[in-house]
């Protein structure tokens, strides 16, 4: 079995420096010379997972195969390496404790004082090395969520000193930090960063490389302080300067020769070069479209971008995919009315209306469906926008009047979108949705089936509510078909108007599919028909 090397990634100075974009773009830097990687990471909050979390808080709630959901980041590891996550590739602190006061319940701890140090700090290792067991990954990447100096990290980064002295160099700390740019001055300032690596040595941590995110070059002379500073040779410290796109980063790493640094550090041989062609050449045609276009997106949480990162990402693939640059256009649901709709969706090839839950802004997103569908422009409904276009559907082409979702009306007369059977005896919030991957049959001559060009896939969900098969039929016969089914419980999966110049609404979640090297057929062919191939 191999010995798997670890390798922590910790911030310092501010959050939203990226450290999700260097793991990501370190580990794709390893598995481009032949190392077989994973990333995880662990956030410092309470809740036990964030999908009890509002978007704004955190972002996105991405879900992975087997169900779990996670961190955005997650989102960007699998973008970036091209490899599904699992349930133990995010872990919080209230999950952490949840087993060590569900182990303390059962008595394991045999009448012992239960404590952070080394209870809880035992329970972060036993997960910090879960994925390094299994024998699939020379290389674990943990990042650990917050910045340091804060209260909820600090049982992580003790639990990181813990493992760098068992492990010697097999283990490695990278700290990104911020240089920041003193306009007044013109200098770049490098005390941030020598404050930040003095918390971590007070915590008993030494950095063994550096990541400085910076706006502007760092020349030698900067990077020598930092590593006079710092206890760290100068090939150690790496610039990260800001670049247009995330997927830049990667070859900004191979300059800067982070794989290089990291793996002689953890005595690994440097095998071949990186193999980057398909990378370099996603990103020669990001950066040289041959044709743009218009895409808005509808949802309620559009100020905060965040919130639809998969969803703006996979937009970014296809386009990319069809040679051409998507423009999102944000749109807020709530605000739009029936005098409004026409100005803010003039000039859009497509309209996306997007995932969500509750009442806030419904209205708005069935208006956008019903101007898509009565100018026959381009639509794709991902879940909660699928079931928009199925209430829309049933209200202004079946006359079924005050249809809605018993989500946001327990008494319509008409719930063409109804709580599933399995979900009617759910109470707890936390994790109990049809989540992750589902098999769906697909039928010839759709829209999907030519996306796909399979009669079956597998995507993941996050839902409670479904189509009401009750209405199937009636809604078949007036133009919209049930076009994907899963082949177990028989729930409709994609449903179109095949009228339509393309109208594709899904139950399930593509975004959480595309990466780079695998854009998702669903995106493609809706960006595909935006172009008006
Ligand atoms: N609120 C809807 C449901 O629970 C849709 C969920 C979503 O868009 N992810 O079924």
Same mark, same amino acid.
């Given at each position: 079995m191999k010995t798997t090397k670890y390798i922590f990634v910790t911030g310092g100075v501010t959050s939203s420096l990226g450290k999700g974009i260097i793991s990501a773009s370190l580990a794709k830097l390893l598995q481009a010379r032949g190392y077989s990687v994973t990333i995880q990471k662990f956030d410092p909050y309470i809740n036990v997972d964030p999908g009890t979390l509002n978007p704004y808080e955190h972002g996105e709630c991405f879900v992975t195969e087997d169900?779990?959901?996670?961190?955005?980041?997650?989102?960007?590891?699998?973008?970036?390496?091209?490899?599904?996550?699992?349930?133990?590739?995010?872990?919080?602190?209230g999950r952490i404790y949840q087993s060590v006061i569900n182990k303390e319940r059962k008595g394991d701890y045999l009448g012992k004082t239960v404590q952070i140090i080394p209870h809880i700090t035992d329970e972060i290792k036993r997960r910090m090395k879960l994925l390094g067991k299994t024998g699939d990954f020379d290389v674990v990447i943990t990042e650990i969520g917050g910045t340091i100096g804060d209260i909820e990290s600090l049982p992580y980064i003790e639990t990181v000193r813990q493992i760098k002295w068992e492990l010697g160099s097999d283990a490695l700390v990278i700290h990104l930090t911020l240089v920041p740019f003193l306009a007044a001055s013109g200098e770049l300032k490098t005390k941030p960063t020598q404050h930040s690596v003095k918390m971590m040595l007070e915590n008993g941590v030494q950095p063994d490389v550096l990541v400085l995110r910076t706006e502007h070059?760092?020349?030698?002379?900067?990077?020598?302080?930092?590593?006079?500073?710092?206890?760290?040779?100068?090939?150690?410290?790496?610039?990260s300067i800001d670049v247009p796109t995330i997927y830049e980063v990667p070859l900004k790493m191979r300059e800067e020769k982070l794989d290089v640094t990291v793996l002689e550090k953890l005595n690994l041989p440097l095998k071949n070069e990186p193999a980057l062609k398909p990378w370099t050449d996603f990103l020669d045609t990001l950066k040289q479209p041959e044709?743009?276009?218009?895409?808005?997106?509808?949802?309620?949480?559009?100020?905060?971008?965040?919130?639809?990162?998969?969803?703006?990402?996979?937009?970014?693939?296809?386009?990319?995919?069809?040679?051409s640059k998507v423009n999102i256009k944000w749109i807020h649901s709530?605000? =739009?009315? /029936?005098?409004?709709? @026409?100005?803010?969706l003039v000039g859009m090839s497509?309209?996306?209306v997007a995932p969500g839950f509750g009442h806030r802004g419904i209205d708005g997103k069935l208006l956008a469906v019903k101007y898509a569908r009565e100018n026959n422009i381009p639509f794709l409904g991902i879940c909660l926008g699928m079931q928009c276009a199925v209430i829309e559907y049933a209200r202004n082409v079946l006359h079924l009047k005050d249809a809605h979702s018993s989500e946001?009306?327990?008494?319509?007369?008409?719930?063409?979108?109804?709580?599933?059977?399995?979900?009617?005896?759910?109470?707890?919030?936390?994790?109990?949705?049809?989540?992750?991957?589902?098999?769906?049959?697909?039928?010839k001559g759709s829209n999907a089936f030519d996306a796909y060009q399979s009669e079956t896939t597998n995507e993941r969900h996050r839902h409670?509510?479904?189509?009401?098969?009750?209405? =199937?039929? /009636?809604?078949?016969? @007036?133009?919209?078909?049930?076009?994907?089914?899963?082949?177990d419980t028989d729930l409709v999966e994609i449903v179109e108007i095949p009228k339509h110049k393309w109208f594709v609404g899904v139950q399930f979640h593509p975004e959480y599919k595309s990466t780079v090297l695998n854009p998702h057929p669903i995106f493609v062919g809706f960006i595909k028909a935006a172009l008006g191939k």
């Open positions: 169900g779990a959901e996670t961190d955005l980041d997650l989102g960007h590891y699998e973008r970036f390496l091209n490899v599904p996550t699992s349930q133990a590739n995010n872990v919080t602190t070059p760092l020349n030698n002379d900067i990077k020598k302080k930092v590593a006079l500073f710092c206890n760290v040779s100068v090939s150690s410290v790496i610039e044709n743009e276009v218009n895409i808005a997106l509808v949802g309620k949480y559009v100020e905060l971008h965040d919130a639809y990162k998969s969803i703006a990402e996979s937009l970014l693939h296809a386009g990319v995919s069809n040679k709530e605000p =739009l009315t /029936d005098d409004n709709i @026409a100005q803010e497509g309209i996306l946001m009306s327990r008494r319509t007369p008409y719930p063409v979108i109804d709580l599933m059977e399995e979900q009617k005896e759910i109470f707890d919030m936390g994790g109990t949705m049809r989540l992750g991957s589902y098999p769906c049959g697909i039928i409670r509510y479904e189509f009401n098969n009750k209405f =199937l039929k /009636d809604f078949e016969n @007036a133009g919209m078909k049930g076009t994907g089914i899963n082949p």
